[in-house]
């Protein structure tokens, strides 16, 4: 059972342009959580999906932001017009179901360069 | 506002001791903790975690308390091992988990050998 991927590992972008994110869950779980983390900080909630819902986007910037998990594919994390900013590593969780005391599992993460 | 603090950024330890990482919060409504460590370039990596109608749970090395009262939380490792040097996050949650994580900043545990 692999577990939650994440592409690309590195992705560098100019100012301007639009960053996309990648998660694919582990095999089972359809709840997708997307955390970032600035250098020198923890990680940061920024939006929790399931199947073709969002469930809570209350940590995801107002703009430039969106977040989408299709019935089909992975979950996308997407950028628009990327400032230095949001250089960032952004990391997808996943988890199986709506049981108490479910742990979510991280894949490793995609480092946003933005020149 | 900070609602999961830990104190501590770094901690080192000989090799062999007990390790004990340590975590605050602030908001009541929280009733799922977890640690997580976390590899330089890698995602945090699930360790532990304790609902809060426990005091303690326990999975080899790792013990996890909690003291409702105080809102404080307590990681223990023992014996630490030089392959316990990483950063671990402590983390919570409402709704037994099924919503999202909040995290501490992050402790820098050094295991000495």
């Known amino acids: 059972n692999a577990g939650v991927m994440q592409n690309p590992r590195h992705l560098v972008r100019r100012r301007g342009q639009e960053a996309r994110l990648r998660c694919s869950p582990m095999?089972?779980?359809?709840?997708v959580y997307w955390y970032r983390q600035l250098p020198e900080e923890g990680l940061k909630f920024m939006v929790y999906l399931q199947k073709e819902n969002i469930i809570d986007e209350s940590g995801m910037p107002k703009e430039r932001f969106s977040a989408e998990f299709p019935k089909e594919g992975p979950s996308i994390l997407r950028i628009q017009q990327v400032v230095r900013g949001d250089s960032a590593a952004y990391f997808c969780?996943?988890?199986?179901?709506?049981?108490?005391?479910?742990?979510?599992?991280f894949g490793p993460g995609t480092r946003l360069t933005v020149l | 506002d900070q609602q999961v603090k830990q104190n501590s950024p770094s901690l080192s330890v000989q090799e062999g001791r007990i390790s004990i990482l340590n975590c605050d919060y602030t908001?009541?409504?929280?009733?799922?903790f977890l640690w997580y460590k976390k590899y330089p370039a890698e995602g945090p990596t699930f360790l532990i975690s304790i609902s809060s109608i426990k005091d303690k749970n326990e999975d080899g090395r790792f013990t996890v308390f909690l003291n409702k009262s105080a809102k404080h939380l307590s990681l223990h490792i023992v014996p630490s091992q030089p392959g316990d040097s990483a950063v671990y996050f402590c983390a919570a949650s409402a709704n037994f988990g099924n919503e999202k994580l909040t995290f501490g900043t992050g402790t820098r545990l050094t295991i000495i050998p």
């Open positions: 969780a996943s988890s199986p179901r709506m049981d108490p005391g479910n742990e979510q599992f």
């Open positions: 908001n009541s409504m929280f009733d799922y």
């Open positions: 095999k089972g779980h359809s709840h």
